[in-house]
């Protein structure tokens, strides 16, 4: 069955734009399945920057077809400004499909955000404000608005206005905040929704025919393996199912149809966002490995907190989402920095030695990582054109990562472009 599905290893940001635009140059199909704008992916193409959110990376393919599937939340406002920022760069993005069944974040779904967020004071989940778990919530509680009544003037008229009742009366009780002009709200939204009807279509539908007919389709993962709702690190993940089964849901497709399952992962570790981190350096060398991988969040702009790669974290990756391999980004950020470290297990205050990334905050909070070192690496890594090419010191650390975490390294980065990708 040719499909990938290429998943964030860790905390998200990996580099999955970077893979998913390698990998897509061949697809015929690029599919999203979870998570909404919260996601920031980056492709670089000569000079020329992109950060999509919600579009997936093959838009950037002329004659790519790129689906949004049920299990994405979508901000018509978001996707809108996407879709006309791409347009006036000469991206076409007629390739777009819509599932019908997405749910839509609403107004007062970023209010909520925000005020959770304000509520929890010192204990926050560093969300990026998008809206994403109150519209989460509302699915899961089934009081949502999907694409479909967007399509439809009357009944999105009639949802809207008992939705809209229910969250002001927390809006204004709860958070003492005035309410959200509701029937403002629905003739912006039905704006929205007449621009967004043509690529409006049955994205289950669209990949099971796809893959049928033995086409190439590629499953762009969000977000990374640690802030996936049910095998993060909970309550600071995220509010869907980012590891490689969310595909199926968040499509609607069954996993016989799975080919592979790439893990992106970076050669060091990153997260944005509150919430533990066992491997985070709060020193100048986290600052340094910060400034020299540019490690600013490509949707919100926040620093992002570093560490040294933790093969605990990428045993359970390899684990929960099934890796058939992994592509390792950013070696060239390590260059110059020795020795390194590579996190092994984590040691409990009672003194055990854990293999496997343990279920409760609680239990992790306790943990300090135990470390191996290797000698590291100096040179120009991103003039490398081979995986050969790369110094002994660097090789030596992909083949200990390999060993620690039990999955084959296929792809190593060096660079941002879509070049400073070896294949291996
Ligand atoms: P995503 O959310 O997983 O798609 O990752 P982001 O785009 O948020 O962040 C990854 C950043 O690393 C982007 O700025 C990429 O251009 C950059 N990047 C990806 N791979 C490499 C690499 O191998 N080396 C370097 N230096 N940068 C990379
Ligand atoms: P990509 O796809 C990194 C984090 C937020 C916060 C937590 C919950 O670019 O890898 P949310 O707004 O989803 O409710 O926030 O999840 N987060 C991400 N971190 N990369 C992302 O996406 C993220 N999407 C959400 O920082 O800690
Ligand atoms: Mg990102």
């Known amino acids: 069955m040719p499909s990938k599905i290429v998943v964030g290893a860790q905390w998200g940001d990996e580099g999955k734009g970077k893979i998913i635009d390698i990998l897509a140059s061949r697809a015929d199909l690029v599919v999203r399945a979870q998570g909404g704008n919260n996601a920031g992916h980056t492709v670089k193409s000569g000079d020329e920057v992109y950060k999509l959110h919600l579009i997936p990376s093959g838009i950037l393919y002329e004659g790519t077809l790129c689906g949004i599937g049920c299990g994405v939340v979508i901000d018509p406002r978001g996707i809108l400004e996407e879709i006309d920022g791409l347009q006036a760069r000469g991206v076409s993005c007629k390739g777009l499909r819509i599932d019908p069944r997405a749910h839509l974040i609403m107004p007062w779904h970023i209010l909520l955000d925000a005020m959770g967020e304000r509520s929890l004071g010192k204990n926050k989940i560093g969300t990026t ?3 994403i778990g109150p519209c989460y919530m509302d699915k899961a509680q089934r009081s949502g608005l999907r694409v479909y009544d967007l399509c439809t003037p009357e009944l999105f008229r009639q949802k809207a206005l008992a939705a809209g009742d229910q969250k002001n009366e927390i809006i204004t009780r709860v958070y003492k905040q005035p309410p959200v002009d509701i029937d403002a ?6 704006r929205y929704g007449e621009r967004l009807r043509p690529y409006v279509a ?7 025919e796809a893959l049928q007919a033995g086409k190439e389709v590629l499953f762009e ?3 990374g393996t640690l802030l996936d709702l049910d095998l993060g690190t909970y309550p600071y993940v995220t509010s869907s ?13 069954g996993p016989s149809m799975i080919g592979e399952v790439i893990g992106v992962a970076k050669a060091y570790t990153t997260r944005v966002g509150e919430g533990p981190f066992p491997t985070e350096l709060t020193d100048a060398l986290g600052d340094t490995i910060r400034n020299r991988g540019g490690e600013f969040g490509t949707t919100t702009g926040r620093p992002r907190r570093t560490g040294w790669f933790d093969a605990v974290i990428m045993r359970h990756a390899v684990r929960v989402n099934g890796l058939t391999s992994l592509a390792l980004n950013k070696l060239d950020t390590l260059s110059g920095i020795g020795p390194l470290k590579i996190c092994t297990a984590y040691r409990t205050p009672d003194g055990r030695t854990l293999r496997d990334f343990p279920p409760s905050l609680e239990e992790l909070g306790g943990c300090e990582p135990v470390y191996e070192e290797l000698p590291g690496f100096t040179g120009e890594l991103s003039c490398c054109k081979s995986y050969e090419q790369l110094p002994a010191g660097c090789q030596e650390y992909v083949k200990r990562i390999e060993q620690l975490c039990g999955c084959r390294v296929s792809m190593a980065g060096v660079g941002p472009e879509r070049e400073q990708n070896l294949e291996r």
């Open 129 to 131: 404000g998008r809206g």
């Open 185 to 190: 709200v629905i003739e912006e939204y039905l």
């Open 202 to 208: 049955d994205v289950s539908v669209l990949t099971y």
């Open 221 to 223: 993962g969000a977000q």
């Open 241 to 253: 199912n980012p590891i490689s089964g969310g595909v199926c849901t968040g499509v609607g497709i």
